[in-house]
């Protein structure tokens, strides 16, 4: 079994900073692509940030310049650096890892449990 597991919500004042972490365990091969996402109060669901195993990255355009995805392959760990925080970007913020358990085996979505950010304007 592979689980991920956030950690760095809360509550925060605008322009203020957070930063996210997301460590994989279980029975891990290798991660592939990595990244985040969130969901706020009636919203769907949205890619904020992406990192691939190779180090290539993509962001959503409301965070570019603000935001920082990185990612500690030795640790199994993506990261989210959040500077200058805006309300709207409150929501529960999800980490996603797509794992191999073999090196034989596809690559399989796996999702943390979501931690909460809260920006207060």
């Known amino acids: 079994q592979v689980q991920l597991v956030e950690s760095g919500g809360g509550l925060v004042q605008a322009g203020g900073s957070l930063r996210l972490s997301c460590a994989a365990s279980?029975?891990?091969?290798?991660?592939?692509?990595m990244g985040w996402y969130r969901q706020a109060p009636g919203k769907q669901r949205e890619l904020v940030a992406g990192?691939?195993?190779?180090?290539?990255?993509n962001y959503a355009d409301l965070v570019k310049g603000r935001f920082t995805i990185s990612r500690d392959n030795a640790k199994n760990t993506v990261y989210l650096q959040m500077n200058n925080l805006k309300a709207e970007d409150t929501a529960v913020y999800y980490c996603?890892?797509?794992?191999?358990?073999?090196?034989?085996?596809?690559?399989?979505?796996?999702w943390g449990q979501g931690t909460q950010v809260t920006v207060s304007s």
């Open positions: 279980g029975s891990i091969f290798r991660i592939n692509d």
């Open positions: 996603n890892g797509n794992v191999q358990i073999t090196s034989w085996s596809k690559g399989r979505n796996y």
């Open positions: 990192i691939s195993s190779g180090g290539s990255l």
